[in-house]
């Protein structure tokens, strides 16, 4: 494995890690745990999608990292009303 290949995994594995924690109901999807473990990952499969050029996953994930981002923000805002 290339280091493009141990990048795409770590990434495609927060994003499982989240989906199975989810299943597991050991997080909630509006948790910050879900929530960053979705961006992060994201995130990071995106960056090993642009180094493989290979753009419908730089769309995919590049918009499943916006999607988490805007979930962070309103957990934020919400947390900031709250307190």
Do not use: H, Q, R
């Not at 990434?11 to 879900?34: D, P, Q």
């Not at 309103?74 to 947390?79: E, H, M, S, V, Y």
């Amino acid at each position: 494995m290339n280091y493009i290949d141990w990048v795409g995994s770590i990434g495609v594995t927060l994003l499982l890690l989240a989906f199975f924690l989810n299943l597991k109901n050991k997080i909630k999807t509006g948790s910050l745990t879900y929530l960053l473990l979705n961006f992060m990952g994201a995130s990071i499969a995106c960056l090993a999608s642009a180094l493989l050029n290979y753009m419908p996953f730089v769309i995919l994930e590049g918009c499943w990292a916006l999607v988490s981002a805007v979930g962070l923000v309103k957990l934020a805002t919400k947390n900031k009303v709250l307190s």
